[in-house]
């Protein structure tokens, strides 16, 4: 299931807000387009003129002086253009921006289950390739826009000014024009959005194959993974051919009508002429201007096919905002800490659910442990208490507020997940810390990096908290990498970690190095660990035993290995009842 993509209005109304913000600087560019434009449409009238002076005989001296005016104003006009363009270059980078951040916002505040589902290949596609498609047509297309059609208008206004029966030969090539572009502009925008998901689906299919590789190897997957991208490449090769052929009608239609205009000014205005409705000066400037008009309107109509196709991808980055879930709620705000579940079911696949009619109330400070095989559901359960997947039915409330309720930022200070995943952002180690607190004082860095044993190594980095991460800054550790995660948590200050086993995957020393980081983030706070190694589940107030979705266990370690059910047979597996060895 791809995301979604916003409709023609919502498109509109971003272009409407995006022109209304740059509205100081737009009304620039067209004041100096205009300047320039006029100064090159002088140019056909002169001409003109300089044709009647000519056939009824004028001094050479005279012809220098016109000569020498239009030089003048052919120069002024290139001095106005450049400037003009540099105003239409700077609007369209500032419009992009806008654009890009706006993108980015909308991303960042998508739901993780909306990316989950839609496969990072239709994301990864609108952040790279619609980015592009619309930087061109944002960056070159617009100010040619702007350009083509100030020339076409005033030329055409020129020409009605130097003769209003010149003008009207001209109009043959309306209804061609008109008539064609309108039949591409029709078509071309399902075609283009097709086109883009064509791409979309090509490219998620590539990067589950790569990023899945040996499993595709493993179990033999290779001829339908193949099968699969060849379909893709298929499907987007008939999306390509589909705007293709509306290309192909177009333009050679846009060709005819260009050419209509000056054969039909010279063979009207010579008829003109003979009955002597017009002078031979006016025939001239009118031919001139005709085939002045051709260049801009080429170009015009030769960016509207551009503009067909930044028009899908804005629709594309605009659209993801649709699958942003609006604040609900009446403000409620959580009065406590207890964080509650009351028949909770949950499904990736309609019908298959793998998380079943789960109730479990957590007291303020509770330790809880979450235990059970593989694929039984709890990281889908710690998913859903952490308010990142939405129960399919029941309820998962913090202080009596429903989580689904809570505005992120407003979620994020109650109840966070803490993963195995961490990633090093690129910027300062400050940077990485106060990603939830920008604001944060310096005091309060340091407090978060020392609570978790990373202020040691953080001082003697070259610049401390200003020293750059990420590719091409300084190289942290796994392990420091995890810290800052943590550091970033204490900072946060969530008073319910739903923690899925964050030490599992790193070496035995770096990992009890972590241990204690991570004790120092959870003492104080309501833990629910997700528990790969059972001793997190000895120290545990509570224990839950999870299979195949249903909590069948409940109580105390004591309790639950005095009952002689399945947790304590796996604690028995697990610790053998000869040896203290711990393992895994
Ligand atoms: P556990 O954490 O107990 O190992 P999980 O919650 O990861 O269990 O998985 C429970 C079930 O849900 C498994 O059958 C797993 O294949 C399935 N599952 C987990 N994540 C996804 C996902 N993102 N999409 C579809 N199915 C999933």
Redesign the pocket.
Known sequence: MSLPVADAPEVRRQVRSLVRGHFGLLGRTVLWFVLATACGLVVPALLGHLVEDVEKGISTTRVDVIVVVIAGLLLVQGVFTRTARLLGARLGEQVLADIREGFVRRVLALPLSAV?KAGTGDLLTRSTRDVDALSNAVRMGAPAILVASLSVLLTFVALLVTSPLMALPCLVAVPVIWGSTRWYLRRARSAYLAEAASYSDLTQGLAETVTGARTVEALGLGERRLSRTDEDVRRSNAAERGTLFLRSVWFPLMDFGYILPVASTLLFGGLFYVHGWVSLGEVTAAALYTRAVIDPLDELLGWLDELQVGDASLARLVGVGAAVPEAVGGGRRPEDHRLAADGVSYA?RAGHD?VRDVTLRVRAGERVALV?P???????LGRILAGVHAPRDGSVTVGDVPVGELPLEELRRHVALVTQEHHVFLGTVRDNVTLADPEAAEERVWGALDAVDAGDWVRELPDGLATELGSGGHEVSPGQAQQLALARLVLADPHTLVLDEATSLLDPRAARHLERSLAAVLRGRTVIA?AHRLHTAHDADTVLV?EDGRITERGSHDDLVAAGGSYAALWDSWHGPAADAPAG
């Open positions: 989950e990736y793998v059970g593989s694929g039984a559901g709890k990281s889908t997700i999870m």
